[in-house]
């Protein structure tokens, strides 16, 4: 198999098999019932053989054995077309079971997924249907008696219900890619904090609460200290670790409705909701006392630090901007006075 025939792509003719063998088994009965009351030759009855029984196999052999099995598998949707359009002049285009079988083949080109089939089995399902009207005379009988319409009800539900049954499984295969992708969005994949985006949407949304009359929240804005020596002296791998091991640390000290986030590199930030200052003082000293105590097994010898500036929401709703900033002079201040420290 040459590498772009990979993932799904490489496995289409595996998930249409079991649907072309039931499809192609259900829509045989309506046909069988028609040729039945028409008389018809041995010929047409071995053509519905090898329509309804003996062409599934054969298209996965073609497509399971070939180097391109979606290229191959392609092809196979399109003779299925063509072998719905040969069926309608054969049954002398009865109206119900021809109507039936040229929209079902038409539908399932549409849910394969892949842009354009169903347009481009049109001619081949066009010409079939007129080549085979020449050969055979073109008999033209529509009406459809009570035994064709109740030979058509199996497949005509089974396949209303298989096909609503795979939209809803992909709709949720979709909407659960959808909410992984909303989650590592939101989320810091090496600290599994939130990101900076999503801090940020939680930092404004309080400030707008606080201009609205909310008690003030508190923003305690965390440098690791002496980080970049840490990555110098003991590798990445070790500086990765001292975050990882920070963020756990206050992820489990934080209240419920807490968030910590991390800005980049080595700045992490707290938003510490309706908390006067001093609480949030007090919260930011344990969460620095917590990670001084901290000791990592793989890398005894580190005492990793961290300094804190704290910023109190402000009645005047200040822009986040402000709110941040204030917390960085503080920061600023813990680290000129020795770092491993509360700044407020």
């Known amino acids: 198999m040459r590498p772009g025939a990979t993932g799904a792509r490489a496995s289409l003719h595996r998930r249409i098999y079991p649907f072309r063998v039931a499809g192609m088994a259900l829509g045989g009965v309506p046909m069988a019932t028609v040729l039945y009351l028409q008389g018809a030759p041995a010929g047409t009855w071995l053509f519905l053989v090898s329509t309804a029984l003996l062409w599934p196999q054969l298209a996965w052999l073609a497509a399971s054995r070939s180097a391109d099995p979606y290229r191959a598998e392609t ?13 309608v002049p054969l049954m002398h285009f009865n109206l119900l079971p021809s109507t039936l079988i040229l929209t079902l083949t038409t539908v399932d080109k549409i849910s394969t997924g892949i842009r354009g089939l169903w347009l481009r089995s049109l001619p081949g399902m066009l010409l079939a ?25 199996p497949v005509l539900l089974i396949h209303t219900i298989s096909v609503s049954l795979g939209s809803y ?30 801090w940020e949407q939680h930092a404004q949304r309080l400030l707008q609460g606080r201009a609205a009359g909310d008690d003030p929240a508190c923003l305690l804005l965390i440098d690791i200290d002496d980080f970049k020596r840490v990555n110098d002296h003991h590798g990445h791998a070790a500086g990765d670790e001292v975050l990882r091991a920070i963020a756990a640390t206050m992820s489990a000290l934080l209240r419920p409705g807490d968030r910590a986030g991390r800005i980049g590199g080595d700045e992490l930030v707290v938003l510490l909701p309706a908390t006067p200052e001093a609480q949030g003082a007090a919260i930011a ?27 109190r929401s402000s009645a005047g709703a200040s822009s986040l901007r402000d709110w941040f ?15 491993n420290r509360v700044a407020g």
């Not at 344990?286 to 704290?310: F, M, N």
Request: charged letters at 25%; glycine letters at 8%; one cysteine or more.
């Open 169 to 198: 499984r992909l709709i949720r295969k979709v909407g659960l890619q959808n909410r992984e992708l909303d989650r590592l969005h939101r989320t810091d994949t090496l600290t599994g904090l939130s990101g900076r985006s999503d």
């Open 285 to 311: 000293e344990r969460l620095r006392g917590a990670v001084e105590a901290l000791r990592l097994d793989e890398y005894p010898d580190l005492r990793p630090t961290i300094s804190v500036g704290l910023a």
């Open 75 to 87: 092809r196979n949707l399109l003779v299925d077309s063509a072998l719905a359009g040969c069926w």
């Open 129 to 153: 249907m007129a080549a085979t009207t020449l050969v055979t005379g073109g008999a033209f009988d529509p009406d459809t008696p009570m035994p064709v319409i109740i030979a058509c009800l």
């Open 325 to 339: 900033n204030a917390a960085d002079r503080a920061l600023y201040r813990a680290k000129d006075a020795g770092r």
